[in-house]
């Protein structure tokens, strides 16, 4: 054994890739110190340019490769290693290196984004006394006062980093006499990473420490002293401090007096911050599976028992069961003791899922997702990764969750945007989640009652094995949609009208029979904003190319993309007039005039506004589910997921706009919205009705989505795929060129236009562009866009690559360049 050991050569070099805005990795030497304690995946501190920053190793070599350009004498060495336990484990970290790969994406940053954000240590400068220092306390005072406070101070206070070593000095820059100290020896300076940022939260706890009966009460205590005895004695002995002083009504010193007289003890214990700790929880499900299911759940066990990849589209429409295969497989995956994950779109939306999942599961599931507090992130992904927990349900980024041993890999709502990230690293969790699957042998499957075109695609290519749940659980009846004209509406009332006659009859005979009702607005691109009458100008944001949405409640103009706000003006800007106008519904309008024609409703609004306030959201939501609230009114974020079986009326004001979005896949995108959002009617054993109200009701993702018409729409829509050569007949990347400056932006597009040109020889691709962006300006900034499109995926790639890396382009350059590779949007 021991021979074994001595033939492992140590890493003598790390390559390490940082988490900034640069597609290249560095080589730095291993100190001898580090070369055991090393892993793939560890962090590192390492010196680039003049600053100490946090990098990933991602390859160990015992010896410069071959050939290589860099030369010995000039490599720097790391200065610190962070880990000795990588946060990435080997297997996410190859699957960040496809990310950054297939999307051309810096690796370091796709590394960054898997990891919670607590975890991204941030270096920084730490001042302390060295035992020469030390010695010399009492030798230096006569030389210098300063000099003497100083090391008084890291005597007595320990290591400080500069910045407060500063403060505590009363100096506001790094004094002079801080770098002779240094160059005597006195003090040490060093780079160190912030003692990470997030960490375990520690609770203050007291015990009773006194069993005998005649402890407390022969001793002469206070009554604050006996109250603390006898409360603790109430709850086993043992409880947080917080909670005696809150109970007992005292204040800490008299714990501290019997902690003096040995009779409590105070200690601290980790608490974890659990997402759900004061939830309800449903009944664990206890169904008999209908016979779909049971087929689905056979497939899919069967990879799963007999180990190696597979994918599957469970393609179920809303209500028929899906949620329940998914969670039976998750069962079988733990029978095999493998580890199981599962992706949503938006977990914020689903408290009901996370819910359920727990109340089947208990502790073994860990929940990921933004809304979380830091704290409760870092503890949900350190439970993971200490193989604590084997289920992981999140959003996106959880598909690069520690998952041990993965055994299966679940994309409910496969078809959501919301799994492709919308800045840099630009990837999307559901292809990741496919690779993840084949890298760690899991059984994947994507679910959707609306599966995007390019997984239904792939099904009937036999690339995914299909299943399917035709029929709503207990056969209830879809909820028939009507498309209610609103053409004819105006021509009757003379004048546009939000609501149609129709709908509000709905409304009123909904809430006669005691029943809810959701209230849907498509907002993309839609919602109130400010016209002048007069000059017909609208009131647009200073830093991008969208009109300003007045927000009712506090009577202020907000840009939903920068969040640019101002009150809302009297006058028009422009000509002064008085006759301004406010056009089209907001979410807030809807609620305002449902309220004013039924004041006994009881209604809840969510839009994301309202989701940026979890905790009201979660409250609407969960609310609703216990029949509190009588009408929901949102944007398109209702559509998604939740299972209200008392709701048997949908309504959509207004669908058009998100037809009208200069996207090719606008027809899809509604067509999804409608089944989604009809499939939230009639969940329960009432059925229900879903009106939607349209100034297109000739148009087919309409037409087909009322009567929930899956085949015949991807029929009608992969046609047009097919001849107008997009998805998935052809890849498609989009490039972003973005600057504050016009001329700037226009002088990069060109040249890479002309770098385009040149990769591009052989014509396996076509490029279009440079074009203005749908959205021209955003956040101050000039936008441009180039579409190329080609029947290789690999041409693509290869074409950007080399167009990006000709030599032409600074790195500043570079960072004006967005690639997305398979965008999902063309805004
Ligand atoms: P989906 O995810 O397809 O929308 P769910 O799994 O949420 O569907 O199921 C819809 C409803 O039917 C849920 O309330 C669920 O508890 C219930 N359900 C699911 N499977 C069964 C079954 N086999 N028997 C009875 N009820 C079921
Ligand atoms: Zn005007
Ligand atoms: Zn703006």
Same mark, same amino acid.
């Given at each position: ?6 033939a492992?050569t140590?890493p003598?070099?790390a390559?390490?890739?940082?988490p900034?805005h640069?597609?290249k ?8 110190s580090m ?5 793939l ?7 680039l ?30 200065e610190q ?16 290196r ?14 960054r984004?898997?990891l919670?954000t ?10 302390s ?25 890291l005597?007595?206070?320990g ?5 407060t070593f500063c ?22 300076r060093?780079?160190r ?9 520690k ?8 069993h005998s ?23 086993q002995e043992?409880?947080?401090?917080g ?9 800490e010193?008299?714990? =501290? ?5 040995g009779m ?18 449903p ?28 994918a599957?589209?469970?393609?179920g429409?809303t209500?028929s069961?899906?949620?329940e295969v ?45 809304s979380?507090?830091k ?6 992904w ?8 084997q289920?992981v ?8 969750a ?10 409910d ?6 799994y ?29 009652a609306t ?19 035709a029929?709503?659980i ?12 609103m053409?004819?509406?105006?021509a ?10 129709q ?17 849907l607005?498509n907002?993309?691109?839609?919602s ?8 017909g100008?609208?009131?647009?944001c ?5 009109t300003?949405t007045?927000?009712?409640?506090? =009577?202020?103009i ?8 101002q009150?809302a003006?009297?006058v ?5 007039s008085?006759?301004?106008y406010?056009?089209?519904?907001g ?5 305002e ?6 004041p ?5 609004r ?6 940026s ?8 939501l ?5 029949g ?7 944007t398109?974020m ?13 309504g959509?004001v ?5 037809l ?10 509604t ?6 959002v009809?499939g939230r009617?009639?969940?329960?054993a009432r059925?229900?009705?879903?009106l939607?109200q349209?100034?297109h009701?000739?148009?087919y ?12 729409f991807y029929?009608e829509e ?16 989009s ?20 770098a ?8 396996a ?5 440079p074009?203005p962006?749908p ?19 690999r ?8 167009a ?6 600074s790195?500043t350059?570079?960072r ?9 949007s063309?805004?």
């Amino acid at each position: 054994m021991a021979s074994t050991a001595q033939a492992v050569t140590l890493p003598k070099y790390a390559q390490v890739a940082v988490p900034v805005h640069l597609s290249k990795t560095f080589t730095y030497r291993l100190p001898a110190s580090m070369q055991r304690d090393v892993r793939l995946g560890s962090r590192v501190v390492v010196p680039l340019g003049r600053k100490p920053v946090t990098a990933y190793v991602v390859a160990l070599l015992p010896a410069l490769r071959e050939g290589t350009s860099l030369i010995e004498s000039e490599i720097k060495e790391v200065e610190q290693l962070l880990d000795r336990d990588p946060p990435l484990t080997p297997q996410v970290l190859e699957v960040t290196r496809w990310v950054a790969d297939y999307y051309l994406a810096p690796w370091g940053e796709v590394m960054r984004a898997a990891l919670p954000t607590g975890i991204n240590a941030s270096v920084e400068e730490v001042v302390s006394i060295t035992a020469e220092g030390q010695a010399q306390r009492s030798a230096v005072r006569s030389q210098s006062n300063v000099k003497t406070r100083a090391l008084n101070l890291l005597a007595a206070a320990g290591d400080l980093d500069l910045k407060t070593f500063c403060l505590r000095m009363g100096v506001s820059r790094t004094p002079k006499w801080l770098r002779e100290l240094e160059a005597d020896g006195l003090v040490e300076r060093v780079h160190r990473a912030r003692s990470t940022v997030t960490r375990a939260r520690k609770r203050k706890m007291v015990r009773l420490k006194l069993h005998s009966k005649d402890g407390a009460e022969h001793q002469s205590l206070t009554r604050a002293q006996h109250a603390v005895i006898e409360t603790l004695r109430a709850h086993q002995e043992e409880m947080a401090v917080g909670d005696l002083i809150e109970s007992a009504g005292i204040s800490e010193s008299p714990m =501290r007096t019997l902690s003096k007289k040995g009779m409590v003890e105070i200690f601290e214990e980790d608490v974890r911050r659990d997402p759900l700790a004061d939830a309800k929880l449903p009944a664990p499900d206890d169904f008999q599976l209908t016979p779909a299911q049971g087929q689905a759940l056979d497939a899919i066990e069967q990879p799963l028992t007999e180990g190696g990849f597979a994918a599957f589209l469970l393609h179920g429409i809303t209500g028929s069961g899906k949620t329940e295969v998914y969670i039976r497989s998750m069962r079988t995956a733990l029978a095999q003791g493998r580890g199981a994950m599962m992706l949503v779109p938006e977990i914020a939306l689903t408290p009901i899922l996370s819910r359920r999942l727990r109340a089947n599961f208990g502790d073994q599931v860990a929940i990921f997702h933004s809304s979380l507090s830091k704290g409760e992130r870092f503890d949900e992904w350190a439970r993971a990764r200490r193989g604590e927990a084997q289920i992981v349900i999140g959003t996106r980024s959880a598909v690069f969750a520690p998952v041990e041993n993965l055994g299966l890999v679940i994309v409910d709502e496969e078809h959501d945007t919301s799994y492709r990230q919308q800045e840099s690293p630009f990837y999307n969790a559901r292809d990741t989640a496919l690779i993840r699957g084949q890298k760690e042998n899991a059984v994947v499957v994507l679910g959707s009652a609306t599966p995007s075109l390019e997984s239904f695609h792939n099904a009937q290519t036999g690339k995914y094995q299909y299943l399917h749940l035709a029929n709503r659980i207990a056969n209830r009846p879809l909820a028939s949609a009507e498309l209610i004209d609103m053409r004819e509406v105006f021509a009757r009332a003379k004048r546009p009208a939000t609501f149609s006659d129709q709908l509000l009859t709905a409304i009123q005979q909904t809430h006669a029979r005691g029943e809810q009702a959701i209230i849907l607005l498509n907002r993309r691109g839609y919602s109130s904003f400010i016209l002048c009458r007069s000059c017909g100008e609208s009131i647009t944001c200073p830093n991008c190319d969208v009109t300003l949405t007045y927000h009712r409640s506090d =009577r202020t103009i907000v840009c939903h993309y920068c969040n640019h706000r101002q009150i809302a003006p009297s006058v028009c800007p422009v000509c002064d007039s008085k006759y301004i106008y406010y056009v089209g519904e907001g979410t807030e309008q809807i609620e305002e005039e449902i309220r004013k024609r039924f004041p006994s409703l009881r209604i809840a609004r969510i839009d994301r506004d309202a989701a940026s306030r979890r905790h009201a959201f979660e409250k609407a939501l969960l609310d609703f589910g216990k029949g509190e609230l009588d009408m929901l009114v949102g944007t398109q974020m209702l559509a998604k997921g939740h299972d209200f079986p008392n709701v048997t009326l949908v309504g959509v004001v207004s669908v058009d706009a998100g037809l009208a979005l200069p996207d090719f896949r606008a027809a899809e995108r509604t067509f999804q919205l409608i089944t989604q959002v009809a499939g939230r009617a009639g969940r329960g054993a009432r059925g229900g009705r879903v009106l939607i109200q349209t100034y297109h009701p000739g148009h087919y993702a309409l037409r087909l989505a009322a009567t929930q018409d899956y085949p015949a729409f991807y029929n009608e829509e992969i046609r047009h795929r097919r001849n107008h050569g997009y998805p998935p007949f052809v890849a498609l990347a989009s490039m972003l060129v973005h600057h504050r400056e016009l001329r700037r932006a226009q002088s990069i597009a060109l040249s890479l236009r002309k770098a385009l040109n040149e990769a591009n020889s052989n014509r396996a691709c076509r490029v279009l562009g440079p074009a203005p962006a749908p959205l021209a300006r955003l956040r101050g900034e000039h936008r441009l866009h180039f579409l190329i499109k080609s029947r290789s995926r690999r041409s693509v790639r290869q074409l950007i690559d080399t167009a990006l890396n000709a030599g032409e382009f600074s790195d500043t350059d570079l960072r004006s360049v967005n690639v997305e590779i398979d965008p999902v949007s063309m805004m």
